[in-house]
T-cell receptor, first 112, second 113 residues
Framework: DAGITQSPRHKVTETGTPVTLRCHQT?????MYWYRQDPGHGLRLIHY???????DKGEVSDGYSVSRSKTEDFLLTLESATSSQTSVYFC???????????FGSGTRLTVV | GNSVTQMEGPVTLSEEAFLTINCTYT??????LFWYVQYPGEGLQLLLK?????DKGSNKGFEATYRKETTSFHLEKGSVQVSDSAVYFC????????????FGKGTKLTVNP
């Protein structure tokens, strides 16, 4: 168990409000990722991080920002939430041993 | 760019039927290959993996063989159970640079009793 937790598990927010999702890991993994999962689209990478203060964009980064001020926390922020950002968000870490991923349990976000 | 093509679903089978879910990837270098499974309401979890050509990954009765010549990593199970109902994702890891997993779109499997 990579000790990865996401918070909150569920959130409902209004259009135009800022939202921050948190991913926390306890095993000092260097690489962390944020994905969104939507019907018909599978998993799409939003942003990822390869170290403290080192982040890069994924394929669907518009409308999202991230921060990683310490190894254990990777934050995803929706600056001004829109209905198109209603989704399930998953955080993942990359395992050192085999380069596979371990995923968090997900955050279900609804923008109304 | 790097990509993976996964058999489209949904797939519906009866219990004890044979399962194959096809997966092919673009041959950039020598990626490690993974299958992930997502049970309803949960996150993805690793099902099996293979790290070099001709390796066979196996877990919970599922198998997949790394076929470099056909750039494929098809998932198989000889006798599915109702509890295998889930979404299955194929994912090659193209190492180097950003080292990101590229996920297929997922194949939803429903097994009926």
């Amino acid at each position: 168990d990579a000790g990865i937790t996401q918070s909150p598990r569920h959130k409902v927010t209004e259009t135009g409000t800022p939202v921050t999702l948190r991913c926390h890991q306890t095993e000092n993994h260097r690489y962390m990722y944020w994905y969104r999962q939507d019907p018909g689209h599978g998993l799409r990478l939003i942003h990822y991080s390869y170290g403290v203060k080192d982040t890069d964009k994924g394929e669907v980064s518009d409308g999202y920002s991230v921060s990683r001020s310490k190894t254990e926390d990777f934050l995803l922020t929706l600056e001004s939430a829109t209905s198109s950002q209603t989704s399930v968000y998953f955080c993942a870490i990359r395992n050192r041993a085999d380069y596979g991923y371990t995923f968090g349990s997900g955050t279900r976000l609804t923008v109304v | 760019g790097n990509s993976v093509t996964q058999m489209e679903g949904p797939v519906t089978l009866s219990e004890e039927a044979f399962l194959t879910i096809n997966c092919t990837y673009t041959a950039t270098g020598y990626p490690s290959l993974f299958w992930y499974v997502q049970y309803p309401g949960e996150g993805l979890q690793l099902l099996l993996k293979a790290t070099k050509a001709d390796d066979k990954g196996s877990n919970k009765g599922f198998e997949a063989t790394y076929r470099k010549e056909t750039t494929s990593f098809h998932l198989e199970k000889g006798s599915v159970q109702v509890s295998d109902s889930a979404v299955y994702f194929c994912a090659p890891n193209y190492q180097g640079g950003s080292e990101k997993l590229v996920f297929g779109k997922g194949t939803k499997l429903t097994v009926n009793p």
